[in-house]
């Protein structure tokens, strides 16, 4: 049963600490995106990769947000130092080329105090 | 950014009526996807349209395209219980090597029983 899996699914934090959340795409999909899911904003796209490459994180804030795939089972969305804003929900997904459907993970619900 | 922009942003019914949610982007796609999501869950992949298509079907699902007007419908028909939750179209845009899905904020259904 081919799923997205996230680690952690809660998270919470104090102001100031780093948070490094992981996600393991489906075998074979060599598209991963990364999404942020508030009340206020919807989702919005934080970063996506194509064969491990970035190619786009306009929607990451550069200063404090950081996204990798280290290999292409790992994909890797740090935030340092994490503040109250951050409070959201983290949604990885990955799909199996460009311009198809995309498969989400059960997300990780960031909570900073 | 969001790219699409569903209406009504909620809507009650009654089990057995019928649900129609509507979608309109601004830029020119290559496919428009629609997306379910129950409370707390990670979202769910139901139907793609391709810009080349007009209509298409899937069980009680029917989607439909207007590349002229950039907006598109999901009609849920005979609806159930179990189909109260979040409705959220996604786009991926035409041209360019990206493939970024951009999402809506949604339309949140309740199907009383």
């Known amino acids: 049963d081919a799923r997205v899996t996230q680690t952690p699914r809660h998270k919470v934090t104090e102001m100031g600490q780093e948070v490094t959340m992981r996600c393991q795409p489906i075998?074979?999909?060599?598209?991963v995106f990364w999404y942020r899911q508030t009340m206020m904003q919807g989702l919005e796209l934080l970063a996506y990769?194509?064969?491990?490459?970035?190619?786009?994180d306009s929607g990451m804030p550069k200063d404090r947000f950081s996204a990798e795939m280290p290999d292409a089972t790992l994909a890797t969305l740090k935030i340092q130092p994490s503040e109250p804003r951050d409070s959201a929900v983290y949604f990885c997904a990955s799909g199996l080329h460009r311009n198809t459907e995309a498969f989400f993970g059960q997300g990780t619900r960031l909570t900073v105090v | 950014s969001q790219q699409g922009e569903e209406d009504p942003q909620a809507l009650s019914i009654q089990e057995g009526e019928n649900a129609t949610m509507n979608c309109s982007y601004k830029?020119?796609?290559?496919?428009l996807q629609w997306y379910r999501q129950n409370s707390g869950r990670g979202l769910v992949h139901l139907i793609l349209i391709r810009s080349n298509e007009r209509e298409k079907h899937s069980g009680r699902l029917r989607v439909t395209l207007d590349t002229s007007k950039k907006s598109s419908s999901l009609l849920i028909t005979a609806s159930r219980a179990a189909d109260t939750a979040s409705y959220f179209c996604?786009?991926?845009?035409?041209?360019?090597?990206?493939?970024?899905?951009?999402f809506g904020k949604g339309t949140k259904l309740s199907v009383k029983p």
């Open positions: 830029t020119s796609i290559n496919n």
């Open positions: 996604a786009t991926i845009r035409d041209g360019g090597s990206q493939g970024n899905l951009i």
């Open positions: 990769f194509r064969n491990r490459a970035p190619l786009d």
């Open positions: 075998l074979g999909h060599n598209t």
